[in-house]
């Protein structure tokens, strides 16, 4: 791998020219800024690099995703498996699917910025702009080893699909449908996920699942006007209802969630993933630095937190809204509340069946009353950590960076893994760019010229092992 790796090095600049290209191009999903160029931009560079593209237009008139296919080289296919001293004549090239996505966060607050988000500007060992991280600078990071492969070996180890989805910062509220449309293009016998990379300590840091998430709202009106406050003796509250609907969902000294059947599908642990949960770096004071909190829910330790943080269901109100809340006193009894909550789901919770569990919930308590809106539902996915995709992505991070991986099974954060693992049932890594200083999301977007170079070989080790191993 070593021509490999010195071409990655030597060829930093043209890859990053490849990058400053992507982030001058806006693609802000959320307002829908970029979009008339931003498709056809990261087409033709997937076509510079090879690929045969297509545009995949996705349904309800959302952002389109930009797909690419190449196909192995059998000379470079022999090469990968003679590094890894494999053998043999009959065995055919597999195909890795490449899941990244062209679209970015708003650059809200702007004047928070240092640097024009939409100029790629360098200071000292930094590159600044909007995606050139998240994920821009992930999908630079896979195109360098592409060309590195076609360059030093005369074409890809294996066959390669890259999907670039143009919705996942605003939640890729239509890659389940538009994956239904293409499922016959976009299967493969393996999945390197958006990112991965480094931690704060400079391990290398895989996660192999997502969370799941189920939006709601719950409203109810009881009265066809908000009344004088002296009414509350005789007239039903919409105020009192919510909060006693909401009350009913959660046992306030254990945390227990009381929704009926909520966790009958909670998947339970493996042995490999409580070993690594029990290797997670302790974050509980940068938490608690964080947020000012002085203890955590129903008086966890730092020894309890990865477990409930990770592997368990949360249920969040994230917004709560009735009668009057301005300067001094109003007295009314408000005819409406409202509430917005967000369930964290974990593998095998389905959104579809958690809504209706709470549906049924709100029903057998009394609160027929309260409406319950579908606002969004995402899938929870986790690879199994045992499996011969996630051992190889550890095994192959541990010799690029030469230090313990440290694994997350799952991130407790939520994204679209589900349609191409669930779905699709494609085993799914990380691999990446990534590290904790990169501000991904926020202002002053980063990376180091460093993380990327380590990242690119990174993914090019697990090419290699991908196309001779699988
Ligand atoms: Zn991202």
Not at 185 to 194: K, P, R, S
Request: hydrophobic residues 35%; proline residues 7%.
């Amino acid at each position: 791998m070593d021509s490999i790796h010195r071409h990655i090095e030597s060829n930093v600049d043209r890859s990053l020219d490849t990058l400053f290209t992507l982030v001058r191009q806006p693609s802000v999903s959320a307002q829908r800024l970029g979009f008339d160029r931003a498709p056809q931009l990261v087409a033709d560079i997937f076509v510079q690099h090879g690929f045969e593209v297509q545009i995949l237009e996705a349904p309800n008139n959302g952002l389109p995703s930009v797909y690419g296919y190449a196909s192995a080289d059998p000379g470079s296919f022999r090469r990968a498996q003679e590094q890894s001293g494999i053998d043999d004549p009959n065995a055919e090239p597999p195909t890795l699917m490449l899941y990244v996505h062209y679209d970015v966060q708003p650059t809200d607050p702007i004047e928070l910025w240092e640097t024009d988000p939409f100029e790629p500007t360098r200071k000292d060992d930094r590159l600044y702009g909007r995606g050139m991280s998240d994920d821009k600078g992930n999908i630079a990071a896979r195109l360098a080893v592409i060309n590195a492969f076609r360059e030093e070996w005369g074409g890809l180890p294996c066959n390669v699909k890259i999907f670039a989805e143009g919705e996942e910062e605003s939640g890729s509220p239509n890659l389940p449908g538009l994956i239904n449309n293409y499922a016959d293009i976009l299967t493969a016998d393996a999945c390197i996920w958006e990112g991965g990379g480094r931690n704060a300590q400079n391990h290398p840091l895989i996660y192999l699942g997502l969370k799941g998430v189920l939006a709601v709202e719950l409203s109810v009106e009881l009265l066809k006007t908000d009344a004088h406050s002296s009414y509350a003796t005789i007239l039903p509250s919409a105020a009192w209802t919510l909060v006693n609907a909401l009350n009913s969902m959660k046992d306030p000294t254990d945390d227990r969630i009381l929704i009926e059947g909520f966790y009958d599908d909670v998947r339970a642990s493996t042995p490999a993933e409580d070993e690594a949960l029990a290797n997670l770096p302790d974050d509980s004071d940068e938490w608690r630095q964080t947020f000012g909190n002085e203890a955590f829910v129903s008086g966890l330790g730092s020894e309890d937190l990865p477990r409930k943080h990770l592997f368990m269901p949360a249920a969040n109100v994230a917004g709560l809204d009735s009668g009057y809340q301005g300067e001094g006193m109003k007295t009314v009894l408000p005819a409406k509340a409202s509430a917005k909550m967000d369930f964290r789901l974990v593998p095998d919770m389905r959104p579809d069946d958690i809504f209706d569990k709470i549906r049924r919930h709100l029903d057998r308590h009394g609160f027929e009353n309260v409406d319950l809106n579908l606002i969004s539902g995402v899938h929870p996915f986790r690879t199994d950590m045992s499996s011969k995709w996630a051992q190889m992505a550890i095994e192959t991070s541990e010799e690029t960076y030469g230090k313990p991986a440290v694994i997350y099974p799952t991130m407790a954060g939520s994204g679209p893994m589900y349609d191409f693992g669930g779905t699709l049932g494609i085993p799914i890594t990380s691999a990446g760019i990534d590290h904790p200083t990169h501000k991904i999301h926020a202002p002053n977007e980063n990376i180091t010229i460093d993380d990327f170079i380590l990242g690119a070989k990174n993914i090019a080790n697990l090419m290699q092992r991908f196309a001779a191993e699988w």
